[in-house]
């Protein structure tokens, strides 16, 4: 196994302090017992830590969004570039992995605030002039990021559907 670094194996638990190392684990380097960890940008944990992972996604996305500020924010610069930009670019970095989140309300509304305030500050609206929701969705014609998941999580849920109908017990 040359050229494979075994100087440090995080092991991920959900066991607390009795932990028994079997003889199938490798015992080449040092083992770290960890809680969680962060595999491929995703929070992976025994417990249910979606609201850490949320919070992750919505910070990567106005990361990206800031960074894009010159494009974002420009008056010369057409909606539907702007759009096009969002979509392919930002959108991607927040619901990255959402098909394994199960989305409460709170969670729900927390995403969907955070698309409408990412518009309204393309739009360059200021909190003085008060903009319904509708037509600010309207004006900026973006893809609604909760209409999004959803179509991402309708795959899952049908070969979960299908699998549970399935009588061969694949």
């Known amino acids: 196994m040359k050229g494979v670094i075994t100087e440090l194996t995080a092991i991920l638990t959900n066991i607390f302090n009795n932990i028994l190392i079997s003889d199938s684990i490798p015992k080449r380097g040092n083992l770290e017992f960890v809680s969680k960890y962060t595999y491929l940008g995703q929070l992976i944990s025994p417990k249910n830590l979606i609201a850490k992972e949320i919070n992750t996604r919505i910070a990567n996305g106005w990361k990206k969004f ?17 759009r096009k930009t969002f979509n392919i670019c930002v959108l991607p970095c927040v619901i990255y992995a959402c098909e394994t989140w199960a989305l409460n309300k709170s969670f729900r509304d927390k995403l969907s605030k955070r698309q409408r305030t990412t ?15 509708v037509d600010m969705r309207m004006k900026t014609k973006l893809t609604d990021i909760l209409l999004r998941i959803d179509q991402q999580n309708c795959p899952v849920r049908s070969w979960t559907g299908h699998m549970k109908r399935d009588k061969q017990g694949k």
């Open 119 to 133: 518009e309204r500050t393309r739009v360059g609206s200021k909190d003085r002039v008060r903009v319904k929701n």
């Open 66 to 82: 800031w960074s894009l500020e010159e494009i974002m924010k420009s008056q010369d610069l057409g909606m539907s570039l702007k």
